[in-house]
């Protein structure tokens, strides 16, 4: 075990750099069936990358839409064996015309690259690749055993992965999975997180009258899809910012007193995440601090509403039908299709007069997911950052949603611990997507500090 | 005078209807840009088939947008004067999925024809033309002296027709104007009509963070600005569906007693319409049959509401932005700009927290209109329907705008009267909107004896 690959990191920097470039081009987007042949296109440029790292063994394993793009080093059965869990899809990038530099042609600015995909998930999951070519060309191979695991449908809720990773348990096995998706707390402040919540998704769909109508003529009488909609999705929340939707909250483990010690010793500066996002007021459950809200509090979110006439100008109509989607972000016990059950009953029992409303679960549902603060995968990734920081390791919790961290714990037996380096100003699924330059750096080296440190 | 018209409209009724569908071809939309020259194409049609109708003077009165198409025949000096008022826009056509036939490809089926502005008001204005020159053709001019005047922006609401018409006043100077735009209660049910509503129209637009957010990481405590539109938009009608915008309903002029034993003998069966409409229940003010809210009370309606993701799949965004269009149909003693402003006032009273919101007003508001029941060009026009149908006539109003009829109450002293085929079912303004044919034959024939009747 040597340190070689410090050097050549660094004299490949640019090398490095320039593929992750050509990566962030393919717009590899998972949730339009437009893009099919991109997403496809991106695990085929990987998977080529993780041949070039020096894999022996690489593979798609196949899905019912996106490949997983997997790999496989074996190099001592008395080592570990770690399983690096990434992904190659990437969110819409719209609103277009609110980029600064288009989505998919990467710019550098200020430090950072900007580009769909930049951060979430390409330009994290692509250091580790990096890293281990590192091992590789310096070292021969890396100091344990690793497995890849990319997958493309992180970005529309991971729906191929249960059935996948239950058939395929025996090629999957390891002892535990790194994750290659997830974030530190903040730019010069390293953290491991423990749990991520789970995500249930559907469509509410609401129709009145067989067709649009003239406003004059009819608007007086019949109800307005639009107006109709915007009844049923006011009785979400109360005036409290709790959901009203019955039974929601029955199977949540509440916040203990330690829990919320915890996330109360995490720096927390109201101001400046108001100027950052760009707002003048926070909004959210009322009772619970902002940390409280965000890593251990259910949401039902309305992530988009459209009916009627969106074009220029002035249409006199009265809509016929509207609809919005809903995601929920759940907490530990939360069940996503009970969630969607639930929803759909307060909507049929809350559909305003004289409409119909129908509610089309997504797939993709994802369990909330948590690891024990003493796995011995996560001390070792705490100590690895604790001393390239020189700095105490904040442990935190993720909002967002990493729906195979709960499906390995279920079906491999096998604990997720996040190392990664998405940063709450990247940009994440919005416009401006962007990665700090120095973060390729440091995951690039923490890949290869980690996996040394791993081995025995 | 002779009634030669007669054989004339029968031997030229395939002409003629050929000749309407060329018409129905031009997608003159005036709501949208991107149509510019197709509406600009509709005039200089319409005024072609004027001269070919006999009139001595055809022109195009400039405005800032679409240019109206004036004609005058001036045949005896001690005949009266009429204005035949129509226009050559159209609706926009979406959603266009829901057409059987394409919108700009007129299609007879079942004694209609179907098309975009096939009754809403190419068919409508155009039979006026197609009698003119019957009556040309047979006695070689019009019983009285006639002006034309189709405008190109009735259906964004004739934000130039006020300037214009001010600007014209001599030019358009006429004893009474005759709606070539506008509707019988039934299909074999004639009527008058003796007033329309306002409009008042704008764009609510609502504004949290700078930009869209992932939901994971911000929901939980970033105001979402779907939701928080949909807070604001909930706020605008009460349990009754009252409109709770303060002041909304100060100027209204109430019911009497007689207005409503008038409507009362109009008509109407509930279930019959709400067949044809397609509703399960009608919905609309408290304390009102539905004749009284769609033909004397005012309403707010939502025309349209956008924000977020609306592809398909997930996308778990929290919104920073959401829009909704609003029009509202007025009654007499209401002010189109106050309204605006009341709601102006409305949204930034009832603002949610984090938010800001803005309200455009859109030009084309109309003042209410209504006419005396004993004018007596009113009085010929029923006349002439009765014998026409030989049944009673009955007075109705109409819920819809036609702008110029205060306008040229107000500018010119010269009242309104309704005389048109536009039905209930014809579906003005939704998908498949269509024209009876034996409406086109009765409304050619109908103003051949309207104008003969009113000769002295």
Same sequence: chains 1, 2.
């Avoid at 979430?120 to 580790?128: E, I, L, P, W």
Wanted: proline letters at 7%; one cysteine or more; glycine letters at 8%.
């Amino acid at each position: 075990m040597s340190f070689e690959w410090r050097a050549y990191l660094r004299d490949n920097y640019d090398t490095h750099l320039d593929e992750l470039k050509e990566y962030l081009r393919i717009p590899s987007i998972s949730a339009l069936p437009d893009h099919n042949d991109d997403v496809r296109a991106a695990a085929d440029w990987v998977a080529g990358k993780l041949r070039d790292a020096g894999f022996p063994e690489v593979e798609f394993i196949s899905t019912d839409r996106n490949p997983i793009v997997y790999a496989h080093w074996h190099v001592d059965d008395n080592q570990p064996t770690v399983m690096i869990y990434g992904h190659y899809d990437v969110q819409p990038p719209d609103p277009l015309e609110l980029w600064e530099t288009p989505p998919f042609e990467p710019t550098e600015r200020d430090g950072r690259l900007y580009a769909r995909g930049a951060s979430d998930d390409k330009g994290n999951s692509f250091a580790t690749v990096k890293a281990i070519e590192a091992l590789y060309k310096t070292d021969g191979q890396p100091p344990v055993n690793v497995k890849i695991f990319f997958e493309g449908e992180e970005e529309i809720g991971s729906p191929s992965m249960a059935p996948v990773i239950r058939e395929h348990k025996d090629k999957l096995s390891c002892d535990f999975v790194i994750s290659a998706d997830g974030g530190m707390h903040a730019a010069d402040q390293p953290s491991v997180t423990i749990s991520s919540k789970g995500l249930a998704a559907c469509q509410v769909n609401l129709k009145t009258a067989a067709t649009d109508l003239h406003s004059g003529v009819h608007g007086a009488n019949v109800p307005n899809a639009v107006q109709s909609l915007v009844e049923l999705a006011a009785t979400f929340h109360d005036d409290n910012h709790r959901i009203t939707v019955e039974g929601f909250y029955d199977n949540v483990v509440d916040l203990t007193e330690s829990d919320r010690e915890d996330i109360a010793k995490v720096p927390y500066d109201e101001d400046a995440y108001k100027q950052m996002v760009g707002v003048s007021a926070l909004k959210g459950e009322t009772g619970y601090t902002p940390n409280e809200r965000a890593w251990a509090r259910p949401t039902l979110d309305i992530n988009g509403f459209w009916g009627g006439f969106q074009g220029d100008g002035v249409k006199t109509v009265t809509p016929n039908e509207a609809h919005l989607k809903i995601t929920c972000r759940l907490v530990p016990k939360q069940d996503p299709a009970e969630i969607v059950r639930l929803i759909e009953a307060h909507c049929q029992k809350h559909c305003p007069v004289g409409a119909t409303v129908s509610v089309d679960p997504f797939p993709g549902q994802a369990f909330p997911f948590s690891i024990s603060r003493d796995h011995p995968g996560l001390k070792t990734a705490m100590n690895v950052l604790e001393d390239m920081y020189d700095k105490d390791v904040l442990v935190t919790r993720i909002g967002g949603t990493v729906p195979v961290a709960e499906l390995f714990q279920r079906e491999l037996g096998s604990d997720m611990v996040f190392f990664s380096w998405g940063l709450p100003d990247n940009g994440m699924h919005a416009p401006n997507e962007s990665y700090r330059l120095v973060d390729f750096q440091r995951m690039r080296e923490g890949y290869c500090r980690y996996l040394q440190a791993l081995a025995r």
